[in-house]
């Protein structure tokens, strides 16, 4: 996945990418988005790990500056198709107190709309 399809993903939370680097198997990028009504930017690291068919994206600096979404692939005995396991740890700081209801539930949704997406294709 490249960061600059997640607009296209998810569109409400994510506005825009900025690609800041790119190396071998990893990219650096400025994401600037949108929850619950407040403007977010975040400095972010994505690495593709091909061996382990596992991609993790760090949160470096900004808004939940800490969080790490790992997402991991495994092929299914008998070619029954690709098991997709998704871990997040969310430093959610002051958006945590943001609004009526929990942050951290539209950060989950957010995520699960992407994970869905990425599993369609």
Excluded: C
């Excluded at 998704?86 to 992407?114: C, H, M, N, P, Q």
């Amino acid at each position: 996945m490249n960061p600059e399809d997640l607009p296209k993903l998810n569109p409400d939370a994510f506005k825009q990418i900025t690609i800041k680097s790119r190396e071998e198997n990893t990219i650096t990028y400025d994401m600037q988005g949108q929850m619950m009504g407040r403007k977010l930017s975040m400095l972010a690291k994505q690495t593709l790990d091909r061996d382990a068919k596992k991609m993790t994206a760090e949160i470096l600096d900004g808004d939940s500056k800490g969080s790490v979404m790992v997402v991991s692939l495994r092929d299914l005995p008998n070619n029954a198709g690709t098991e997709i396991k998704y871990s997040a740890s969310l430093e959610l700081g002051a958006l945590g107190f943001l609004a009526k209801g929990s942050s951290k539930s539209v950060w989950e949704k957010t995520a699960d709309s992407t994970v869905k997406h990425l599993d369609s294709i």
